[in-house]
């Protein structure tokens, strides 16, 4: 703890962003986003009795990869969140041709802007350290700042974020976070019960939501070595920086069941294609101009071309790799056919891979300011990540599961509201998220 104390020296707290129009919201909505809560849990929750006063759980498709900054960004889009540096904290800054940021030393050189919407968040090194070392204390505390947020502040619209689940959730696992999730439940009984008896005059609506949802497993491990002996064979370079044509650099980010790899535009296609034979991983992607391609570990290949974000057709080159044909043809759909995004998510928003093509446009080029080369998600048994990530894993008697992937526990996350006014759709894309609940402040 005294490394994250000492890392935490010389940061500053955002400020926090006001959102103007939402101020004139007739009741007083608490928005609070659990990380990493799966749909498929909190559907388990509800089903055993829980969260009574809630409405049934929708889920929140996430971005690609299904992990925090690249999610949370993609969320608060609507709310004019910019761009952010990379996937996560760690990334490849082209600027600097270098991996960057995730360190002590320049964490807080590279801001984030979706945790400035936050009236409590978790921004030091000092108070994510926490998350992880000791994630129920962290989600206790999170639950009285939500609370002390509700009962004190003068704001309409209040934004709480609930980070010890994430931490619990990869060190403690599924039984121990459900029983966490049940005091979850419990406090927001009492809060609301707290809210009246201190005579607010505005009712107090609650939404819970998530940034990913989460796959619980036993994960063996895909490391750098494995992939760079695949691509050695091509002969390619991984290295720390790309110097000669054929260097490739891979992005190490604690352990998730997604990665990002940077190399020269002429070498995705054929460094997607070695990475496709890497035991445990799933699908690897890369973009083409009008093109996003796509490849399995069984060989097959297709291909989604776009006339822009909105609009796109799924090509199949040999195979299927995201079983998408199959759900065309139960809907009468040409496989060729080109529809709108919102066609493309009614069918594909609960599919094994859900809104397969939105999601990919946005990776590559909707949500970062440095973009992929080549994206990959990994088999739902398989993780990828750093030896120093690993160990931290074991240290805490091991690793319980992950995100990241591009496959539905990962990418589900979950929408629950006590507002019984509000009809929720059978299934929510990101970024449609706040033009539901605060359609007043969202641009188009």
């Not at 120093?388 to 008697?397: I, M, P, S």
């Not at 706040?434 to 188009?444: A, D, G, N, Y």
Request: hydrophobic content about 35%.
């Amino acid at each position: 703890m005294l490394f994250f104390f000492l890392s935490s020296c010389g940061y500053h707290k955002p400020e926090i962003k006001v959102l103007p129009k939402a101020e004139t919201h007739q009741d007083r909505l608490l928005f609070i986003a659990i990380d990493g809560i799966g749909f498929e849990m909190m559907k388990e929750l509800k089903k055993e009795g829980y969260f009574k006063e809630f409405q049934n759980p929708v889920p929140l498709i996430v971005t690609f990869p299904s992990a925090t900054t690249t999610a949370f960004t993609g969320i608060f889009k609507p709310l004019k969140a910019k761009k952010t540096h990379g996937y996560e904290s760690r990334f490849f800054s082209f600027e600097e041709n270098r991996v960057v940021g995730g360190t002590p030393f320049d964490i807080y050189k590279y801001p984030v802007e979706y945790k400035q919407y936050f009236d409590s968040f978790r921004h030091s090194m000092l108070e994510k350290g926490l998350m992880y070392s000791f994630p129920g204390v962290a989600g206790k505390q999170d639950l009285m700042r939500a609370e002390k947020l509700a009962l004190h502040s003068d704001k309409k619209v209040l934004m709480a974020y609930l980070g010890g689940t994430d931490g619990a959730q990869h060190l403690l696992g599924k039984t121990r976070m459900k029983r966490f999730m049940k005091y979850v439940d419990q406090f927001l009984v009492r809060l609301k019960k707290r809210y009246v008896a201190a005579n607010r005059k505005e009712p107090l609506k609650i939404i819970l939501f998530s940034d990913h949802g989460f796959h619980f497993d036993r994960l063996k491990t895909i490391s750098s070595g494995d992939i760079e002996k695949e691509l050695q064979k091509g002969g390619f370079k991984v290295k720390k920086s790309l110097q000669d044509k054929n260097d490739v650099v891979l992005v190490e980010y604690g352990l998730l069941s997604a990665g990002v790899v940077m190399t020269g535009p002429k070498n995705r296609e054929p460094v997607s294609r070695l990475m496709a034979g890497v035991k445990g991983i799933d699908l690897v992607f890369w973009p083409d101009h009008h093109r996003i391609y796509m490849i399995n570990s069984k060989g097959e290949e297709a291909y989604f071309e776009y006339q822009g974000k909105k609009r796109y057709r799924y090509i199949s080159v040999q195979g299927d790799p995201l079983q998408l044909l199959p759900v065309l043809s139960k809907q009468g759909i040409s496989p060729h056919a080109w529809m709108d995004d919102q066609q493309w998510f009614a069918i594909t928003s609960h599919h094994y891979y859900p809104d397969p093509g939105y999601r990919l446009y946005t990776a590559f080029y909707d949500l970062v300011k440095n973009p992929a080369s080549v994206l990959f998600s990994v088999k739902p048994s398989y993780q990828f990540g750093g030896l120093a990530a690993l160990v931290g894993t074991y240290l805490k008697f091991g690793h319980k599961g992950t995100h990241g992937g591009f496959f539905w526990e990962p990418s589900a996350g979950m929408v629950m509201t006590d507002d019984r006014d509000i009809d929720l759709p059978s299934a929510i894309r990101y970024d449609q998220f706040f033009r539901i609940f605060l359609p007043q402040e969202s641009s188009h």
